[in-house]
């Protein structure tokens, strides 16, 4: 007997259904008539047409690509994760960044550039030059919440730079993280429209999600997912491939077209979770920051006054500004001599992971340098050297070796991170250092990410190094700016204009102010900058003159009541860290501020402000071109599917089958995996036994349950089955296991299931192997299923029980 199509044995009507998987149509479109073409086609040529080619003239001026101007200059932008003003070196910090520092004496330095306080909506106003409302970026994509300000998708009036770049000749390339596609679209099957090879970019090598294991990756390539080249034990590292494929990619452009200048987005993994850092790197900073984040906010604020970074009079903010009633306690920094021997240990530690992660990326794009100064083309380059936002405080008070904790709601404990100690920032772990770093790395200000009110959250490191094209050498700038100026200093040093329509749409006016004027002018010279308006996550502020009033409120509080907020009003010109609240000396001024911050709301599409909490963000239903179902089928073979669009199990019943022959008695191998070793379920073989385990968080040990039977050659349906019946403290789901061998039950047990995502990193969901990092440590990943087939895997959520759906799979088999 053939092998019958046992997914069959999970849906109802499948034969129907794979029938109806036979038939293809096609719907021709008619085309514009010959006439139309042809006439349009006359009106643009300039040549002569006649009978014979030999009595006609070419024209080609309307199919030769637009060349750029002359010795325009190549652009080299780098942007880091998570960064304060006090981590590096060129700003004083304890972070040693030689490549930074390199360029810094090369360049200048920007002391007062600010950013949106968060990851997405800063590189929104990066990549088309309007502040992050006008892109539909009010926050991350995950928490688009279909508004004009936050839908989560750039507008068509709002027309990308680097197509403009492109357009005028420069080649362009994005390497590294994008984290500007709406989640619903990062999905093989789904639409590219906002990908970065259709908005400007000729190439794309890195990651769509906001972060990603910088040890096992989650990887595209142009348009389609890739595997990672290498492993952690093949000395792979995603930093140095990322800088591996942009040497790469700029050395192919100049084989064939060494005269266009290159526009080159490079966004690193680093600084944002997980912290992975190579042991050597991490080694050079063994005792670094065994003073605590106190001591080091002290010693750096000292520094940056001595390398004339703040001004000598700047005072230093408190570690927990935010008035109790109003703070977020997961935002709350624990004094360092409170602190007990094991966790002081473990901090510091956390610290290393961070600077060594931080330095050995900056190496990666000091390899890029290196190729543009050896091959003659870094006299001409413009090289920005960025941060996004503040330090980021999502690893809690007390740090966390697995940053998923803090998605899911779930505390971390002390003796559990402990047993990590000597492994932090390696591939079994998913580390983030306590808010206390956030804090001390952000000084002198308040506050870390997602704080758009105070300087915490949105003043960031900015070196500019551009040889040709500015004489000062290892200067500063005191000016203030933006994100959002990028856009217009780069059109203008490179002696482009943005067009007023694109593609047939009228196009919004830039939002920024070009900084060219700064590459002249004095260390303290006035900015022309008038004003920038401040929202994220429900805090909001806003800066104009020199003056900068802010709201207290705390990001995902879910306090809301944004009427009743307390606004402070800061003379920052005066008053760099936004320590001496003058609010009730000038309340004229601070009414002026608060009345143009609504002015910037209303032509920015602001409101409505939005301050829920991460669960509630993260889970809101969004339009999908594939709508959610009960049930889902997938099949071996094919590429991870992300878990954006793949089926949700989270605080459910949930079922998994999975039709297998096996042949070889030895069979062995992943049959369904889904996520990682810090967080995620598999179905596999081994030892001849069925396996389930479900890795919660990557708290050890695994939920682990193993089938009282041995498995010979022969047709199956293998699954499991989770019947919830309560939630646990934090969220989590607590219920009952049965793992199946056809209809008998061969193993049972109470299981917990996580409230949210397995990862952000975007560790996607495999039939027959476990892509990345492996679920279980029971197998090695990719646990390739081998000595069988699998015919595919069902999984529903529609409450049926199992025993059911085996049933009526086998009254299905019986029609074949």
Partial sequence: ????????????????????????????????????????????????????????????????????????????????????LGAWSPYGGRINMPTMDKLAANGLTYTQWHTTALCSPTRSTILT???????????????????????????????????ILRDNGWSTFWIGKNHNVPEQ?????????????????????????????????DLVEDNHFIEAPATPEEGYHLSKDLADQAITMLRDKNATNPSKPFYMWFN??????????????????????????????????KRMKEKGIIPEDTGMADFNPMPEDQANPGDFVRPWDELNADEKRLFARMAEVYAGFSEYTDAQVGRIIDYLEETGQLENTIVLYAADNGASGEGSPNGSVNENKFFNGYPDELAENMKYLDVLGGPDTYNHFPTGWAAAFSAPFKMFKRYSQYAGGTNDPLVISWPKGIKARGEIRHQYHHSVDIVPTLLEACGIEFPEVY????????????????????PNDATKKEVQYFAMLGTRGIWKDGWKAAAVHAPISGKGHFDEDVWELYHVAEDRSESNNLAEE?????????????????????????????????TIERPAQE?????????????????????????????????VEIKDPNVEGVLFAHGSRFGGH??????KKLYYVYNFLGIKPEQVFTSNVSLKPGKYTLGMEFSREKAGEYGESIGNMKLYVNEEVVAEGPMRTQPAKFTLSGDGLCVGYDSGDNVSNLYEAPGEFEGGSIQGVAVTVEGEPYVNLEAEAKRMLMTH
Avoid at 628 to 645: C, H, I, Q
């Fill in 1 to 84: 007997m053939k092998i019958q199509q046992n997914l069959s044995k999970v849906l109802p009507h499948m034969v129907s259904i794979f029938c109806l998987l036979l038939v293809v149509s096609c719907t021709t479109k008619s085309s514009s008539t010959s006439d139309e073409t042809s006439n349009e086609a006359e009106d643009d040529f300039k040549g002569k047409i006649a009978l014979d080619i030999r009595d006609s003239e070419a024209d080609w001026s309307a199919y030769t690509p637009k060349s750029a101007p002359k010795d325009a200059p190549n652009i080299l932008f780098i942007l880091y994760d998570d960064t304060g």
């Fill in 129 to 163: 030059g309007r502040n992050h409302h006008l892109n539909g970026m009010a926050s991350i994509t995950e928490t688009a919440d279909g508004y004009p300000g936050s839908n989560g998708r750039v507008p068509d009036d709002c027309a990308p730079f680097a197509e």
């Fill in 185 to 217: 679209d990062i999905a093989p099957g789904a639409s590219r429209t906002e990908w970065p090879t259709q908005i400007g970019f000729d190439r794309f090598y890195g990651f769509l999600g906001g972060e990603t294991n910088n040890w096992y990756p």
């Fill in 268 to 301: 690193p993994g680093a600084n944002h979770a997980p912290h992975h850092s190579p042991a050597e790197y991490t080694a050079k900073y063994k005792g670094k920051f065994d003073d605590g984040y106190e001591a080091y906010r002290e010693w750096v604020v």
């Fill in 503 to 522: 593609k047939g749409a009228k196009q919004t006016p830039l939002s920024g102010t070009s900084m060219v004027y700064t590459f002249d002018a004095k």
């Fill in 586 to 618: 000038n309340p004229e001024k601070l009414q002026e501020l608060i009345d143009e911050w609504f002015h910037q709301a209303e032509i920015n599409k602001v409101l409505p402000l939005d301050d829920r909490s991460a669960a509630e963000l993260l």
């Fill in 627 to 659: 709508a959610a179902k009960d049930r889902y089928v997938y099949y071996p073979n094919t590429a991870p599917v992300p878990e954006g669009v793949a089926v949700n199990v989270r605080g459910r019943d949930y079922k998994i089958l999975a039709n």
């Fill in 682 to 687: 598999s179905l596999f073989i081994k030892d």
